[in-house]
T-cell receptor, first 112, second 110 residues
């Protein structure tokens, strides 16, 4: 099992609420990633980070924002949740950009 | 952009049979990786094969890479019900992140 954790695992929330999805890893990896994945579908990279104070947008445009104040922590925030944000969010980390990525268990978000 | 493309999209076999899934990609790569995802969970890394390698084994897994055809295959031998999952290939083309394919859904029935 990889040492990367996500909380909450499941979240049901009403439209307009602000939410933060937590992701933390204890492997000391500089590279961290957020993916969005609908059931049975492909992964879409929405954010990534090269290290502390580095955040970049991924291939899929997202209304979410991320921060990287500490190496081990890479939270994702939605200021105002909408039903279109309903999806599974996967966090991952890696030692380098090209090597193995270690994934957390994911957060399933349902916005009503 | 998604570079890897797995086929078939879905595969159903019986326990004990072998499962083969393929991945094709478009540009030159540094390495190709295979991941497994159980329903509703995160992905788990299975195996990494570098561009200068042609074949790699890990337990019941065998991965081949043909850079001239820009394709890879994942063979799972003597499959078990626990192998039921989605399998994704991911390519490192020197960009800022891996490119994941759409996945193959494997169902292994007793």
């Amino acid at each position: 099992e990889a040492d990367i954790y996500q909380t909450p695992r499941y979240l049901v929330i009403g439209t307009g609420k602000k939410i933060t999805l937590e992701c933390s890893q204890t492997m000391g990896h500089d590279k961290m990633y957020w993916y969005q994945q609908d059931p049975g579908m492909e992964l879409h990279l929405i954010h990534y980070s090269y290290g502390v104070n580095s955040t970049e947008k991924g291939d899929l445009s997202s209304e979410s924002t991320v921060s990287r104040i500490r190496t081990e922590h890479f939270p994702l925030t939605l200021e105002s949740a909408r039903p279109s944000h309903t999806s599974q969010y996967l966090c991952a980390s890696s030692e380098t950009l090209s090597e193995t990525q270690y994934f957390g268990p994911g957060t399933r978000l349902l916005v009503l | 952009s998604q570079q890897g493309e797995e086929d078939p999209q879905a595969l159903s076999i019986q326990e004990g049979e072998n499962a083969t899934m393929n991945c094709s990609y478009k540009t030159s790569i540094n390495n190709l990786q295979w991941y497994r995802q159980n329903s509703g969970r995160g992905l788990v890394h299975l195996i990494l094969i570098r561009s200068n390698e042609r074949e790699k084994h890990s337990g019941r897994l065998r991965v081949t890479l043909d850079t001239s055809k820009k394709s890879s295959s994942l063979l799972i031998t003597a499959s078990r019900a626990a192998d039921t999952a989605s399998y994704f290939c991911a390519t490192d083309a020197g960009g800022y992140a891996l490119n994941f394919g759409k996945g193959t859904s494997l169902l292994v029935t007793p």
